[in-house]
């Protein structure tokens, strides 16, 4: 099985990712630090409210926010990286929380066997199953707290495709990166 890890600002740019750059940077921060907000405080309903911080003189991203639990509430940050598609550190109980940001050792990129993880397990069946087409492979996979972006190749050409597979076992965002569609 072919498996290829990449930077996600390559495929944000397949995707299409130019002009409103930094406007969709900002959205994919702040939605992707409330998500962790509530991967971390495991509560999944929980509101969040953030602030895009800006970019700090060190080329860092800063998102701030509060997130509503049951019976407090608690802040927290989350540093990006110049690119706005990375966190690289995530903020909470008064401490940097570096491990979460690693994934708790689940990153794709430390992985070096060729079983694909859960995360590109559930891209490669909704993919295929959204193609009608048996053919799959895992081309590219960044993880993500908010979700793992992977590319898939569907068919003998490895025509692209794009998903997010989030902890739960869901995916979305399954669309034709390519105008080949599942051939």
Same mark, same amino acid.
């Given at each position: +099985? ?6 996600? #600002?390559?495929?944000? #740019?397949?995707? /299409? +990712?130019?002009?409103? !750059?930094? !406007? ?9 630090? !409330?998500? !962790? ?64 940001? *690693? ?18 397990? #559930? ?13 799959? &492979? &895992? ?11 992977? &590319?898939? /190749?569907? /068919?003998?050409?490895? *025509?692209?495709?794009?998903?997010? *597979? ?6 979305? /965002? ?10």
């Amino acid at each position: +099985m072919m498996r290829k890890i990449t930077l996600l #600002a390559p495929v944000l #740019a397949c995707l /299409g +990712m130019t002009g409103d !750059a930094q !406007a969709q940077s900002v959205d994919y921060m702040t939605e992707d630090c !409330a998500l !962790a907000s509530r991967q971390f405080f495991e509560d999944f309903e929980a509101k969040a409210n953030l602030k895009y911080q800006g970019q700090r003189t060190d080329g860092t991203h800063a998102v701030n926010g509060t997130i509503s639990l049951e019976n407090r509430s608690e802040d927290f940050q989350c540093s990006y990286g110049a690119g706005g598609t990375e966190m690289v550190d995530f903020f909470a109980q008064n401490e940097s929380q570096k491990e979460f940001v *690693a994934g708790n050792g689940n990153s794709s990129g430390s992985d070096s066997s060729d079983a694909p993880t859960p995360a590109q397990q #559930a891209c490669l069946r909704d993919v295929s199953n959204s193609t009608n087409n048996p053919v799959v &492979v &895992v081309l590219e996979s960044q993880f993500s707290e908010a979700g793992t972006l992977v &590319v898939v /190749g569907v /068919g003998e050409t490895n *025509a692209r495709w794009n998903c997010i *597979a989030y902890k739960d076992g869901t995916t979305d /965002g399954i669309m034709s990166l390519t105008d080949e569609g599942s051939n």
